[in-house]
């Protein structure tokens, strides 16, 4: 239990709390490899529109999000 499920489990409540806390503006990397920034979150059905660059926006399912990306300043 401690070495399969606990972190498992753990690491399923940061993503569910990562995917919780997104915001318009953030950039993120989808399951697909893109590195996105979201344009707008439909929480009801589960979806993000991320916009991919030069105006190129694709519907992704919040759960394919798989981490912010930090931008370096």
């Known amino acids: 239990y ?6 498992q489990q ?18 993120v990397l989808t399951a697909g490899g893109f590195i996105a ?3 707008s979150i439909n929480a009801d059905k ?7 660059g030069h105006g190129t926006k694709a519907t992704a399912l919040r759960a394919t999000i798989q981490t912010i990306i930090a931008d370096k300043k």
């Open 46 to 52: 589960g979806e993000v529109v991320v916009d991919l």
């Open 37 to 39: 920034t979201v344009d």
């Open 2 to 7: 401690f070495l399969l499920i606990r972190p």
């Open 10 to 27: 753990k690491r399923f409540k940061e993503h569910r709390a990562m995917i919780d806390n997104l915001k318009k503006g953030d950039k």
